[in-house]
């Protein structure tokens, strides 16, 4: 069961416009405010809405986080990161788990398991 930061980020992540959601020390999501900026500045367009589940893979580091998105259109290629979708949060979340208890990946392609 996802559990959020707060009722707010629940309904923006349930009801409101596209955005990305990050997972914080308690394990709830939350808003992401700033990647959230920087994706909608970046299209030419109002992204559709609709539900994924992602890996972030930022390549400068390697280091691998869940990230839930509202729109496909968001998980497109990024400057700063790989993204993998999966069909839901238990396979997103298996993937990060295989990468061991510090998730980070060196990979040349960064598939984190996805079919």
């Not at 349930?14 to 939350?30: E, M, S, V």
């Not at 990230?67 to 290629?77: A, E, F, K, M, Y």
């Not at 997103?92 to 960064?110: D, H, I, N, Q, R």
Request: with cysteine; glycine share 6%.
């Amino acid at each position: 069961m996802i559990q959020y930061r707060s009722p707010f980020d629940e309904q923006l992540a349930t009801q409101g416009p596209p955005a990305i959601f990050t997972i914080d020390f308690k394990d709830r999501l939350g808003l992401d405010e700033a990647r959230t900026r920087e994706l909608w500045t970046r299209m030419d367009r109002a992204p559709e809405w609709g539900v994924c589940h992602c890996l972030y893979r930022d390549r400068e580091t390697g280091w691998v986080q869940y990230v839930l998105v509202t729109s496909p259109d968001l998980c497109g290629p990024h400057p700063r990161a790989d993204i993998v979708r999966f069909a839901n949060r238990e396979a997103a979340m298996t993937a990060l788990a295989a990468l061991g208890e510090l998730p980070v990946s060196k990979e040349p392609e960064f598939t984190a398991g996805s079919s």
